[in-house]
């Protein structure tokens, strides 16, 4: 089983914007946060594995795309197709 670390705190391993830190967004962090602070580690299953390596495999071969974040934002919003 693969480990990853957390790190000391969600806020100081994630990217969040401090424009993002307020209001809904703020709200839900403090709420996960004890939670998301007490679990360390995060463990994949070997089930969790095989499909990422399966996925990896799809992208080496060039059956799958990888997208921008610009990409990836005009396809979350709409403007383009995958």
């Known amino acids: 089983m ?13 990217p969040i914007s401090p424009v993002l830190m307020t209001g809904k967004v703020k709200g839900m962090y403090l709420l996960f946060e004890e939670e998301i602070e007490k679990e360390k580690d995060f463990v994949l299953s ?23 974040p610009q990409e990836a934002t005009e396809i979350i919003r709409g403007k383009r197709k995958l």
């Not at 693969?2 to 994630?14: C, E, P, R």
């Not at 070997?46 to 990896?56: G, N, P, T």
């Open 46 to 68: 070997e089930e969790h594995l095989k499909i990422l390596e399966a996925e990896r495999e799809k992208h080496l071969s060039g059956k799958s795309k990888s997208y921008s």
């Open 2 to 14: 693969a480990k990853f670390i957390l790190g000391q705190s969600v806020k100081n391993s994630l």
